[in-house]
């Protein structure tokens, strides 16, 4: 927890990266991770023997969602 200008403390939360890795092995794993950037992710995944392949935040995950509405009923219907 960090103190702000009043000495309060407050949580600041670390994003989360669905990330996928590969060792030199050839192993694959994918997983979340929380970290600072994707600096530190790719560090921590090396710490790991891993290499990062691909990642992004939980919130550009979210984004790239489009929402799938079906309207069956708006199909054919003539109003004349």
């Known amino acids: 927890m960090k103190a702000n200008p009043k000495g309060q403390t407050s949580s600041t939360k670390m994003p989360r990266y669905f990330y996928s890795a590969?060792?030199?092995k050839?192993?694959?794993k994918?997983?979340?991770l929380e970290a600072k950037d994707i600096h530190q992710l790719?560090?921590?995944l090396r710490e790991q023997d891993?290499?990062?392949i691909k990642a992004e935040t939980e919130e550009e995950k979210i984004k790239?969602?489009?929402p799938k509405i079906s309207l069956p009923f708006f199909g054919g219907v003539s109003l004349k």
């Open 22 to 24: 590969k060792s030199l």
């Open 26 to 28: 050839g192993e694959e």
């Open 30 to 32: 994918s997983g979340i």
């Open 42 to 44: 790719a560090k921590k």
């Open 50 to 52: 891993f290499i990062l």
């Open 64 to 66: 790239k969602r489009k």
